[in-house]
């Protein structure tokens, strides 16, 4: 770290580096250009590789056949509704387990975080059968509480350890001054919460815009976001690649883009607030 | 009941009961909701699922019960113990996450010429979709399509059949997991490298730590709170094993790259027999119940100390 390293070295470093992003990196950048190909370039043997001719066509076939922005929408809904949810439940939660502990509370929450390891496979039957009874399936509100529902344990997790940074000794000073506990959440908690609150937003769009377990499984047309859009082109039409790369870009687009510009609270958020 | 009784209570007790209790009620209520949804979409349909192990079950006739049949059928399949076996080693090799996650952050971790963008370049197969990962794999292993065969073929390496072989579609899944997998352990731990107190490795240096000794004595220690988060995420991403194998193989070819929740999924929706998928779900279950007690014990151990 603190050593100092000679020229020829850091040139090594730094190739290696580099070839180590473009490595990891170049799945994505290889589905990218081809949906910018003709099926024909696509196919080409030995694989073009920025020398094509390039074309926006794959993109609107892609929108005519199947809509691609009813599918975006109900993304939009379905990780917003989730999150939203998630929020008005998780709060209160991990901030009682925050500021209110009690000896059990530490296990109490990774009981809860190892709920998350649980498949979500051995609940799918009841929950199947639940939603064709209450008519859920397929629809908006279903999908968004089974979202919810499956990252709860990590926003708690989260938004507790983002909350536990914050200083005791203000909430004492705020009781001192004689604020009740519905006082002390709005004018003291809530302002020093919201970067973590941030964070875990972030994450939870994320994690359930890609969710697709419940997605495949639980929708249809109505209510069936992005990842359904991509499955339902990888099945029947499935040598188009051109066109199955236009459509994976569209449905990664809005993601990788919302990562880029929030990578840094995303990390924090990735990291569960756990590593600083 | 007269209003004259009632009324000294109603103006006193509840309000004087509230404020004394306030401190460990508030707390309670505010967990109310998230146990309550909890209990009905988590708890109860894991006891439903049990249940419903024990009965046969095509989803519109009504059930029958068959008692421990499901499970006698089920050890006998083959299918059943191809996918434990596939399940163990999804389990094991997400296992490598943190370990190659390790190796990438301590090389990353230094100051090269456009490290920032590298970073964000290693950071992208995290934020799309598993969906995504499985199409992108599976074209480039296909063996008449694929960039593989294209790329062997300029060594004159013989075309392979990796994801239609028997033996090999398990791995080639495996790998396409382990792409995101990688990159977030990584994350993790150069966020957690990033942060570590810098005068205790200079410390450590001066008293003659180097390579390995330096790595598991100083760093690692340091950097426990990333290797719990990297295990847990390992973990969970292994058991998202179903959307890889749905969108790649879809279990194939002749079950060789199933895994017992794509099994539960195919016996239950496309064979109709939900009490044979529940069965293979409670299995599931009673496998990961010990993982997990293994898991919290030994966190709770390390936190008592």
């Known amino acids: ?276 | 009941m007269s209003i004259t009784s009632l009324k000294p209570l109603n103006l006193t007790f509840p309000d004087t009961w509230w404020r004394r209790n306030q401190m460990w009620v508030t707390p309670l209520l505010l967990l109310l909701p998230a146990a309550v949804v909890f209990t009905i979409f988590v708890i109860i349909p894991i006891f439903q699922s049990i249940t419903l192990s024990f009965y046969d079950w095509d989803g519109i006739n009504p059930k029958k019960w068959v008692g421990f049949s499901n499970y006698t059928e089920l050890f006998g399949d083959e299918v059943f113990w191809k996918a434990i076996f596939n399940n163990i080693w999804w389990l094991f090799a997400f296992m490598l996450g943190p370990v190659f996650g390790l190796a990438l952050a301590l090389f990353l971790n230094q100051n090269v010429r456009g490290i920032r963008l590298a970073k964000s370049l290693f950071f992208f197969p995290f934020v799309i979709s598993q969906v995504v990962v499985g199409l992108v794999f599976g074209w480039f292993f296909n063996s008449q399509f694929g960039l593989l065969n294209e790329l062997l073929s300029h060594f004159g390496v013989e075309p392979l059949a990796l994801i239609e072989g028997e033996n090999t579609a398990t791995f080639v899944v495996i790998l396409a997991g382990l792409w995101p997998q990688v990159s977030y352990c990584m994350i993790l731990y150069l966020t957690g490298l990033t942060a570590m107190n810098g005068e205790v490795i200079e410390a450590a240096r001066m008293d003659g730590a180097k390579g390995w000794n330096l790595l598991w004595h100083i760093i690692l220690p340091q950097l426990r709170p990333a290797t719990f988060i990297a295990v847990v995420v390992s973990v969970v991403g292994a058991l998202r094993s179903f959307d890889l194998v749905s969108i790649m193989t879809l279990g194939g070819p002749y079950n060789s790259s199933t895994v017992l929740a794509y099994m539960m999924y195919e016996q239950t929706f496309l064979n109709f027999r939900y009490g044979y998928g529940a069965a293979i779900a409670t299995v599931l279950f009673i496998i990961m119940d010990v993982y997990i007690a293994f898991f919290l014990y030994s966190m709770l151990k390390r936190e008592a100390r």
């Open chain 1, 1 to 276: 770290m603190a050593r100092r390293a000679t020229f020829s070295r850091r040139v090594t470093m730094t190739a290696i580096t580099w070839v180590l992003a473009f490595a990891i990196f170049f799945p994505i950048l290889w589905m990218i250009q081809t949906s910018f190909k003709s099926e024909l370039d696509a196919f080409a043997l030995p694989p073009k590789f920025f020398n094509f001719h390039w074309t926006t066509e794959n993109y609107s076939v892609v929108q005519d056949r199947s809509d691609y922005f009813r599918f975006a929408l109900n993304s939009i809904i379905l990780s917003g509704g989730a999150t939203l949810l998630g929020l008005l439940v998780g709060i209160p939660a991990a901030w009682s387990m925050a500021f209110a502990p009690t000896k059990n509370t530490k296990q109490v929450l990774l009981w809860m975080l190892s709920t998350k390891m649980m498949p979500a496979t051995g609940v799918l039957i009841p929950i199947y059968v639940l939603y064709q009874w209450l008519g859920w399936f397929d629809t908006h509100i279903g999908l968004i509480i089974i979202l919810f529902l499956g990252n709860l344990p990590i926003m708690i997790w989260m938004l507790y350890t983002y909350f536990k940074e914050i200083p005791g000794e203000i909430l004492e000073a705020a009781r001192m001054d004689g604020a009740t506990r519905w006082k002390e959440i709005v004018y003291v908690l809530a302002p020093m919460a919201v970067p973590g609150i941030a964070s875990t937003v972030l994450l939870n769009v994320i994690l359930s815009w890609n969710e697709a377990f419940w997605t495949l499984n639980l929708t249809t047309t109505t209510a069936a976001p992005l990842t359904a859009f991509i499955a339902s082109y990888s099945s029947p039409e499935g040598l188009f690649w051109a066109k199955l790369s236009a459509a994976s870009t569209l449905a990664v687009a809005p993601i990788l883009i919302l990562g880029w510009f929030s990578q840094k609270q995303l990390v924090r958020g990735l990291t569960f607030g756990a590593v600083k």
